[in-house]
């Protein structure tokens, strides 16, 4: 008996000698990884792995619905993290798929660091090319123009972002307040007099927010110079266009105007939480308006207060000018150019872009579907959803303008050099430390120093 | 005679190898004790250090690592371009002007919490009762995540019904100061000093407890008062803890990054966020440079910039060390 239980216990030799074979193997494993995997039988290892980094949307429900429909690929999902983003495709490991938004997919297919997708879109049985609206050729770029050529990915949602939500609690008692109905045609003289009129009566802390709270500030100028027929970046994408430019000059000028009387969200009068979501559904609503999109309807949809007491606008346009309400965002998916698992790759993306999960969107309102045939499951059950879709339905016919970002401009955040100048050199500016002319110069400056850089690498 | 010859020589010959064995078994089991270190130093210390004064010296963007071709036109990967991005940053204002703020903030922050730590260790050491209590109260602070305190600090200075405003306006002054916008360094200050208060009070503690008793006795018995024996006893033996605070709270100010970050008014952007210019920092211009600009090459050259000037005066610090810092002997003055 002692004789069979001694052979059970582990001796200080044994288990030294079993530890050193247990680190040794996962030593080579970690070492020799894949040609390991080669080396032992198929049936053992036949599961691919496909790493995808998104922001939490992709959730885990969705991860076990499509592993348990592919029980031979497994879905690794990593948190975005931008220090953790940058460091992978700095060192060329980039993750299979990542979400990403429209204006930075240009740098990535410029560099060829994106799959081209055309083979799968028309072998697909979920999405079908023709069912896409404008918004997805966003994930497209031809070597010269956004919006031409093979296709690099597709929205998972969009929304015609200059469309304005107002908190309607901050009208009460504004006296000569109007606000346009959902199809009416209103100017950004407009709404600058209703904000103003807003500030004096209620003074609310934050009366507009104006690009996620200027982060996006170069997308909504370029959005702006839109309606006017022009463009923040020449066809080479090699300067920026500001001091040169009256039109430029006139949309900066305008939105200045708003961090000059403190109505903004910017640097100068900062929200705590960033942005003016939490501030809509807060219990008092500490933000009047909001220059959003759609998809900010979906923000409100489940506080029953806050959609009881906000209303969609439509998107303003310049006095004279053309009606345009493109989208800034466009949050998508892509695929990386240095995938060793593209078939897996577009498996995953197929299924979250055409299957469960974007129809699972469509219904909560979160954003307009990206394909036409998702459109009747938008929400439209209470008042506040109902007038969503008749400024929705409005907006569309002019929301496929696609706004060329410039390739140059390098960075993995939301925030470009350009959007970065501007909230570096907006305080100065407001406070008269220094002049607007030397604002707008500063802004140019260091965005052609940083389009020049991204232009020869 | 030849057989006991031989004998003698294999003695002889045997003894070194045997010695030789044993200090080459020595050298064996001290590289391999130090082999973790080494290793980790030289890939994560040594490695990236050289690889950063490299990317100083490329057009590296965190892309462009291969080279490409588009449109028949083939780019380079990332390459070398000298010294370009070193003569950049000389001439940038926000640069120096980076580099002045962390100067200031070093220059508030290090001395203001000696005397904090210094005064809470002496409070700790004046035999209050609950030692132990206090202690943890205090030390507190420095175990809570760095996130988890700047978001607290926020709530604390908001300048809508902060607690601190509401403190200030029961006291008479203005309720709605805006310490996040209007005052950026001041909080930051507040903030740095009131965090590192508990490590540095222990350690404060930890040499006043060190100090033999002794020489306080014959103080009193020589008519010392409190303030006297502190001034003479306390102080000048603290000296060497002194030193290791004012070298630690160089480090820490100098590797600072995310207290500004977290502090900004406005956290939306992330990395990209804005910071007011009161607490941009030299980390946050370089980290901007790299994340947000896409220049590495800029924001690597401007950390390489800094190296000189923190060699520099961690060595005034060093050689300053000598007239001030008690060692024992009568360098003591």
Partial sequence: ??????????????????????????????????????????????????????????????????????????????????????????????????RTQAALVPQWAKRGQLLPLDKYFAQSDLIHVGDLLPASNYYRWDGKHIGKGPRYGMVKDWSPDETVFINLDYL?????AEIPGPTDKWTYDDLWTLASKIKKAKKPHWTLDVANAYTWIDRQIMAMLAAKGKTLYPSDFSHINITNSPEAIKVISYLFKYAQAKMDLGPENPNPDGWSGPGFVAPKGTVAMTQYGYWFGGDLIGNAAAT??????????????KKVDPTITATGFVISGQTKNADAAWAVFEYYMGGFPARDRAGQGWGVPAQRSLFDRLPSTNPFQKNNNKVLLHELPVSNVILQFNPNLVGLGDTTAVAAAYLKYLPDAVKGKQSFKSFLKNIQNDSNRAIQQGANG | MATEANARSAVVTRKPRRRASFRRRETLAFYGFVSPWLLGFIFLGLLPIIAGFLISLSNFNGLNLRGYTVGGVHYRGAHYIGFGKYVRAIHDPYFWHSLETTGKIALIVIPLGIVVQIALALLLNSGVKMLGFWRTMFFLPFVIPVVAKAFMWKAITDQDGGLLNRIIGFAGGSRHIDWLNGHPTSLLIMFLVWGGAGLGMLIFLAGMKSIPEELYEAARIDG??????????????????????????????????????????NMQAGLGTYVPTGTHVFNIEALQQIMVTGDWGYGAAEIWLFVPILLLITAIIFFSGKLWVYSGSEQYK
Wanted: net charge positive.
């Fill in chain 1, 1 to 98: 008996m002692s004789g069979a239980l001694e052979d059970t216990r582990f001796s200080r030799r044994s288990f030294l000698g079993r530890g050193a074979v247990g680190v040794g193997a996962a030593a080579a494993g970690s070492l020799f990884g894949p040609e390991l995997a080669r080396a032992v039988p198929r049936r053992r290892l036949s599961t691919t792995a496909v790493t995808v980094m998104d922001n939490g949307e992709f959730t885990d429900a969705y991860i076990k619905d499509f592993e348990s429909k592919n029980p031979n690929i497994s879905i690794n999902r990593i948190q975005f993290d931008p220090a953790k983003f940058q460091a992978l495709m700095a060192a060329g490991t980039p993750p299979d798929l990542w």
């Fill in chain 1, 172 to 176: 009460k008692g504004v006296k000569g």
């Fill in chain 1, 308 to 321: 009881k007491r906000s209303r969609m606008l439509p998107a303003p346009i310049w006095d004279g000018g």
């Fill in chain 2, 224 to 265: 010392a008062g409190r303030i006297r024996s502190f001034r003479s006893i306390t102080l000048p033996l603290l000296t060497p803890v002194l030193m290791f605070q004012v070298v630690t709270g160089m480090i820490v100010v100098s590797s600072m990054f995310q207290e500004p970050l977290l502090l900004s008014p």
